[in-house]
């Protein structure tokens, strides 16, 4: 079983910036993309931004030029760098990830979703 959890929510200004952790823990042999995903209220979830294990990155039209996502392989860890923050940013985040876990010598492919974590932008 993988776990995610996210950090690093919160309320700012618009214009601000946050940055969101998300830390997958458990049995995990590979992990391939990790994503984040977003839902406001009343709205559909939506993907932000995602990158696989090579570093190829891919963004919403919505947060090109503003969001950057990173990851560190070692430590099964991926971020959201968030800048120039506006009210219709306002969401939950979540994470998520598909990888691989090993039990004995068989090879089991998961995907992982987090609790989530609020991102508020008012002034």
């Known amino acids: 079983q993988v776990q995610l959890a996210e950090s690093g929510g919160g309320l700012v200004q618009p214009g601000g910036s946050l940055r969101l952790s998300c830390a997958a823990s458990g049995n995990i042999f590979s992990l391939n993309v990790m994503n984040w995903y977003r839902q406001a209220p009343g709205t559909q979830r939506e993907l932000v931004a995602s990158?696989?294990?090579?570093?190829?990155?891919n963004y919403a039209d919505s947060v090109k030029g503003r969001f950057t996502i990173s990851r560190d392989n070692a430590m099964n860890t991926v971020y959201l760098q968030m800048d120039s923050l506006k009210p219709e940013d306002t969401a939950v985040y979540y994470c998520?990830?598909?990888?691989?876990?090993?039990?004995?010598?068989?090879?089991?492919?998961?995907?992982?979703w987090g609790q989530g974590t609020q991102v508020t932008v008012s002034s």
């Open positions: 998520n990830a598909d990888g691989t876990s090993k039990i004995y010598t068989r090879k089991i492919t998961f995907n992982s």
């Open positions: 990158i696989t294990r090579d570093g190829v990155t």
